[in-house]
């Protein structure tokens, strides 16, 4: 008898990556229960944030979708020219807002640190006590200080008259 003789006509690359493919798909079956599991319970799915929740459902949708266009391609459609690629570009878009939200929830609350000088000059001047009196203290000392004629000073601090030492 001659040698082993392969039935297969498919080139071995080839069946080794559909047997992968093959096992691939029986490991996510058995995800796929355990999260179907836990998704149907309402209990489970109330603990879950917000963020969380969207990215499971989105993961269910984009899991969906992606075995629906592996069928099509098998069965020799391709997805382009078939319906469910609207599908496919509407979770691409809300993937996107998905990761914005995300992103936008690691961000700090305010996302800037300027003051605004007004507001808060307006803030310490309603804040502070009633200063009348020490004010019309400080513009009398001023008027007698400098005076009301060209910025001259005036009262204690007059200007300084040069002495000649030498004359003496």
């Given at each position: 008898?001659?040698?082993?003789?392969?039935?297969?006509?498919?080139?071995?690359?080839?069946?080794?990556?559909?047997?992968?493919?093959?096992?691939?798909?029986?490991?996510?079956?058995?995800?796929?229960?355990?999260?179907?599991?836990?998704?149907?319970?309402?209990?489970?799915?109330?603990?879950?944030?917000?963020?969380?929740?969207?990215?499971?459902?989105?993961?269910?949708?984009?899991?969906?979708?992606?075995?629906?266009?592996?069928?099509?391609?098998?069965?020799?459609?391709?997805?382009?020219?078939?319906?469910?690629?609207?599908?496919?570009?509407?979770?691409?878009?809300?993937?996107?807002?998905?990761?914005?939200?995300?992103?936008?929830?690691?961000?700090?609350?305010?996302?800037?640190?300027?003051?605004?000088?007004?507001?808060?000059?307006?803030?310490?001047?309603?804040?502070?006590?009633?200063l009348t009196p020490a004010k019309e203290f400080?513009?009398?000392?001023?008027?007698?200080?400098?005076?009301?004629?060209?910025?001259?000073?005036?009262?204690?601090?007059?200007?300084?008259?040069?002495?000649?030492?030498?004359?003496?």
């Amino acid at each position: 008898m001659e040698g082993k003789v392969s039935t297969c006509m498919l080139p071995e690359k080839m069946m080794a990556g559909v047997t992968k493919t093959l096992s691939n798909i029986k490991e996510l079956e058995s995800y796929f229960d355990e999260f179907m599991s836990l998704m149907s319970d309402p209990l489970v799915v109330a603990q879950l944030s917000p963020l969380d929740r969207a990215q499971s459902l989105l993961s269910l949708s984009k899991l969906t979708s992606t075995l629906l266009s592996v069928r099509l391609r098998c069965s020799g459609v391709y997805p382009d020219h078939h319906p469910v690629k609207g599908e496919i570009d509407r979770l691409g878009r809300y993937q996107e807002k998905l990761e914005r939200s995300v992103e936008q929830s690691k961000a700090p609350l305010r996302p800037s640190t300027m003051l605004n000088q007004r507001a808060a000059t307006r803030f310490i001047e309603h804040s502070l006590p009633d200063l009348t009196p020490a004010k019309e203290f400080l513009e009398k000392a001023a008027r007698e200080l400098i005076g009301e004629s060209n910025g001259a000073v005036k009262g204690p601090l007059g200007p300084v008259q040069s002495v000649d030492i030498d004359k003496n």
